[in-house]
C-alpha cells in the first residue's frame, strides 16, 4: 500500500548550519507530497506542497525537490534559525483504489541550538 | 486565514468514561477530519466528513464515533474511554478530498487515567 517513510525522528543542529530532512514515499497513483511544520504548542501547517517531477518549490527558505526516479521528496534549508525548531511532517496525497487517501510520515522533530 | 477551533484545549478522562471533543470552522469548507497524534506514528485520520449528518471512517475509527451535524461542526465521541486513546487530537478542514491543504485547529490533549 501507499506509505510514507522520514527516517530521522529527531535532528538537532546549531544555528546557522544547512538541514535536509528525508521523506520517501511509495504509491504506484500520481504523487502529489507536502510539508506541513507543527511549532509547539500550535497547529500543524502547510509549508510546501508539489506534484511537479524535478522542479524546487520554496518558502519561507525551506525548499524541496519532488523526485519520481527516486520517490523523495526532501525538505532543506541552507541555514537553520531558531525558529526553525519544531516537528516536519511530509505527507503524501494519493488516489488508492478508487479513493483519496492523505498519508502522513511520522514526522522529524528538528531542533536548533544557540 | 482560515480557522478551525477546536474545544477543550486539553482533558483529563477516567476510564469508561464518555468524552466528546469539539471543532468548530469559519472556511465555509465541506470536508472535516479529525486526526490522532502520537509520538513517532505521525497524524493517523479517524473518521472524517463531506457534508453534514454524514461521517466516514478513516484509518483508526475503531473506539470513536463522529458527528456533523452542521457544515462547521464536527464533534468526536469516545463513548467508553481508554488508557490507550490518550493522545492529541487534531481536527482540520479543506475544500475538498484531494489535493488542497488542510486547515488545523490547535488540537486537544487528552489524557485518559
Known amino acids: 500500500g501507499d506509505s510514507v517513510t522520514q527516517t530521522e525522528g529527531l535532528v538537532t543542529l546549531t544555528k546557522g548550519l544547512p538541514v535536509m530532512l528525508n521523506c520517501t514515499y511509495q504509491t504506484t497513483y500520481s504523487p502529489f507530497l507536502f510539508w506541513y511544520v507543527q511549532h509547539l504548542n500550535e497547529a500543524p501547517k502547510l509549508l510546501l506542497k508539489s506534484s511537479t517531477d524535478n522542479k524546487r518549490t520554496e518558502h519561507q527558505g525551506f525548499y524541496a525537490t519532488l523526485h519520481k526516479s527516486s520517490s523523495s521528496f526532501h525538505l532543506q534549508k541552507s541555514s537553520v534559525q531558531l525558529s526553525d525548531s519544531a516537528l516536519y511532517f511530509c505527507?503524501?496525497?494519493?488516489?488508492?483504489?478508487?479513493?483519496?487517501?492523505?498519508?502522513f510520515g511520522s514526522g522529524t522533530q528538528l531542533t536548533v541550538m544557540p | 486565514e482560515a480557522a478551525v477551533t477546536q474545544s477543550p484545549r486539553s482533558k483529563v478522562a477516567v476510564t469508561g468514561g464518555k468524552v466528546t471533543l469539539s471543532c468548530h470552522q469559519t472556511n465555509n469548507h465541506d470536508y472535516m477530519y479529525w486526526y490522532r497524534q502520537d509520538t513517532g506514528h505521525g497524524l493517523r485520520l479517524i473518521h472524517y466528513s463531506y457534508v453534514a449528518d454524514s461521517t466516514e471512517k478513516g484509518d483508526i475509527p475503531d473506539g470513536y464515533k463522529a458527528s456533523r451535524p452542521s457544515q462547521e461542526n464536527f464533534s468526536l465521541i469516545l463513548e467508553l474511554a481508554s488508557l490507550s486513546q490518550t493522545a492529541v487530537y487534531f481536527c482540520a478542514s479543506n475544500r475538498a478530498i484531494s489535493n488542497e491543504r488542510l486547515f488545523f485547529g490547535h488540537g486537544t490533549k487528552l489524557s485518559v487515567l
Open positions: 505527507a503524501l496525497s494519493a488516489a488508492s483504489s478508487g479513493s483519496w487517501q492523505l498519508i
